[in-house]
């Protein structure tokens, strides 16, 4: 009768005779290399790195994803409540040539244990009224203020910019092409911002609770 325990016995004895793997073939050797003594450590590296592939994975941008368009969408609504294009498109003089509207390009970059971020760069064609530093410091706060109350994700930290695209022909494509030349017009510290990304805590002391869970507190 075959013993159900057979096969267990046999990864046992082979745990026992099994041979260390970067053994040093010298003794003057032995000692200054890492050695992995079984197949438990093997294993346990191999989960390790899987590990440590899924965090990187996750911790990557989620660019192209249902998510990352919804907080197009909702970056490019708070704009248009506030600063919508035709009406600053009839301020400038050549923006009917142009044939060029703002972009909104958004990167959702989620972690594990800290709160994701979320960064927007809203990218102006050269005559677009929000161009003037005043104007963009307005529609960036505006940007902010959405990002944060948004009800999918609580909290974010947000990264936003204004920014003007540098083109030469007019090209209406230019504006949303991947490495497009652009110039700053304002960033998070022109909302005083310690730097470039506002963390939740600062976000709260400028906008209280975000709308998507109103109980939260630093």
Not at 23 to 42: C, D, E, F, V, Y
Request: aromatic letters at 4%; glycine letters at 8%; hydrophobic letters at 40%.
């Amino acid at each position: 009768m075959n013993d159900p325990h057979a096969p267990l016995h046999e990864v046992r004895r082979w745990m026992r005779v099994s041979t260390p793997v970067n053994k040093a073939a010298s003794s003057g050797l032995r000692g200054r290399l890492p050695q992995i003594a079984g197949p438990l450590m093997i294993g346990a590296l191999g989960v390790g790195a899987l590990g440590a592939g899924i965090a990187w994975r996750a911790l990557s941008s989620t660019r192209g994803t249902g998510r990352t368009q919804r907080f197009v969408d909702l970056a490019t609504a708070a704009l248009d409540a506030r600063f919508p294009e035709r009406a600053t498109d009839e301020a400038c003089v050549n923006d009917a040539s142009s044939g060029q509207h703002r972009v909104v390009n958004v990167e959702v970059g989620e972690g594990f244990g800290r709160p994701s971020l979320v960064s927007i760069d809203v990218v102006l064609p050269a005559q677009d009224a929000l161009t003037d530093p005043v104007a963009a410091t307005l529609a960036l706060d505006e940007v902010t203020r959405a990002t944060w109350n948004n009800d999918e994700m609580v909290p974010v930290s947000v990264r936003a910019r204004v920014l003007v695209a540098r083109t030469e022909d007019g090209d209406a494509d230019s504006l949303a092409a991947p490495g497009a030349q652009t110039d700053a017009v304002v960033d998070m510290t022109a909302l005083g911002f310690e730097d470039e990304i506002a963390r939740p805590d600062e976000l709260y002391i400028r906008y209280g609770a975000p709308e998507g869970d109103p109980a939260w507190r630093p």
